[in-house]
C-alpha cells in the first residue's frame, strides 16, 4: 500500500511540474527594426484601374490582403554591397551618381530573392525561399524576408489603410514623391529624400523600378483570387513596380506594371524587402 502511495505522488508531482512549465512558456514575435518597416495592417482595396490605359492595369477589382512588415525604403547600396562582398558575387558598376544611399541598381530577380535569404541568414530568421538556380519556391512556415506580392506593393503604395486615393504615392503631383524625368538629371538619387506616402514609404513612386514576387499575365485581373492574391503559378517574366528616374509620370501610378526576366539587370532596377507579419507568436521560450 505504502508503494502504491508513493507510486502516486511521484506521478503527481511529475504532472504538477510538466504544468508548472506549461505555465511558465513566454511568447515573442522575431524583432522587426522600426526604423527600416511599417506594418501594412491588412485591408481591402481597389486594385488595378478601369481608365483606358494598358489592359494589363485591368479591370479594378477587389482585393483582401493579410498584414505584413514592409521597408522604408528601397534596399540601398549601404546594405547590398555588403551581400555583394560576403557572397563574393560580382561586384556591380558604379553609376557617375555613386552608391551608399542610392538605391541598388543591376539587381536582377533571382539577385533580390538570394538578397532576402542572406538577409535572413544574417539575422538568424528562417529562410523564406528554397533556391535552385532558377527555380524558387517559397517555404510557408518562414519568418524571413522576402519580396513583397504585386498586390501587397499596390496595396502599400496606395497607403494601405490610410489611402487618400492618389495617382501617385502619397500626392497627385509626381513631383512630390517621385524622381522621374523630368526631375531626375538622368540618374536615380538617394532614397528619402521625396515626400512619403500616408504609411511612410518613400519612393514608391519613380527613382528606381522595384522587382516584386509575382510572375507576370497581362490578363491575370481578370481570374485574380480575392483573398491573397501572390500571382500566376508560373510564367516567363516576373513583375516590376513604381516607374523609374528615366520614365514620364505615367509609368509612376500606383496601378502601373512592367515586367522582365529573372536575370534582367539595368541601372534603373531595384527592389525593396517585406516580411511576414504573424497574428500568432512563432517563437517559444521557456524559463
Not at 493579410?66 to 551581400?83: H, I, V, W
Not at 551618381?97 to 541568414?121: F, H, M, T
Not at 504585386?150 to 500626392?171: I, L, P, V
Not at 526631375?183 to 504609411?199: F, G, M, R, T, Y
Request: charged share 25%; proline share 5%; hydrophobic share 30%.
Amino acid at each position: 500500500m505504502k508503494k502504491y502511495f508513493l507510486l502516486l505522488l511521484s506521478f503527481y508531482l511529475l504532472s504538477y511540474t510538466a504544468s508548472s512549465q506549461q505555465k511558465n512558456v513566454k511568447t515573442k514575435r522575431p524583432p522587426v527594426d522600426f526604423t527600416k518597416f511599417v506594418l501594412v495592417e491588412g485591408g481591402t482595396f481597389k486594385m488595378g484601374t478601369d481608365k483606358p490605359v494598358e489592359k494589363a492595369e485591368s479591370p479594378a477589382h477587389q482585393v483582401t490582403l493579410k498584414s505584413f512588415y514592409l521597408a522604408k525604403t528601397e534596399t540601398t547600396f549601404e546594405d547590398y554591397d555588403r551581400f555583394l562582398y560576403e557572397t563574393q558575387k560580382d561586384t556591380l558598376p558604379y553609376g557617375t551618381w555613386g552608391r551608399g544611399k542610392q538605391p541598388a541598381i543591376y539587381v536582377s530577380w533571382l539577385d533580390a530573392v538570394s538578397y532576402c535569404n542572406w538577409l535572413s541568414e544574417k539575422e538568424k530568421l528562417s529562410k523564406y525561399y528554397a533556391i535552385n538556380k532558377t527555380d524558387v519556391k517559397i517555404i510557408d512556415t518562414a519568418q524571413g524576408y522576402r519580396l513583397p506580392t504585386e498586390a501587397e506593393w499596390e496595396f502599400a503604395a496606395r497607403g494601405g489603410n490610410k489611402s487618400k486615393g492618389t495617382f501617385f504615392a502619397g500626392s497627385n503631383q509626381v513631383s512630390e514623391p517621385a524622381w522621374y524625368v523630368d526631375n531626375s538629371d538622368a540618374k536615380s538619387h538617394p532614397v528619402a529624400q521625396k515626400i512619403a506616402n500616408e504609411l511612410g514609404l518613400y519612393d514608391m513612386t519613380g527613382n528606381v523600378w522595384e522587382w516584386v514576387w509575382d510572375w507576370y499575365d497581362g490578363g491575370y485581373y481578370k481570374s485574380s483570387p480575392a483573398n491573397n492574391p501572390s500571382g500566376p503559378a508560373a510564367g516567363n517574366y516576373r513583375v516590376m513596380r513604381g516607374g523609374a528616374w528615366y520614365n514620364y509620370g505615367n509609368y509612376a501610378t500606383v496601378y502601373t506594371r512592367q515586367n522582365n526576366h529573372v536575370g534582367f539587370r539595368q541601372n534603373s532596377v531595384g527592389f525593396r524587402v517585406a516580411r511576414p507579419y504573424f497574428e500568432e507568436p512563432i517563437v517559444k521560450e521557456t524559463k
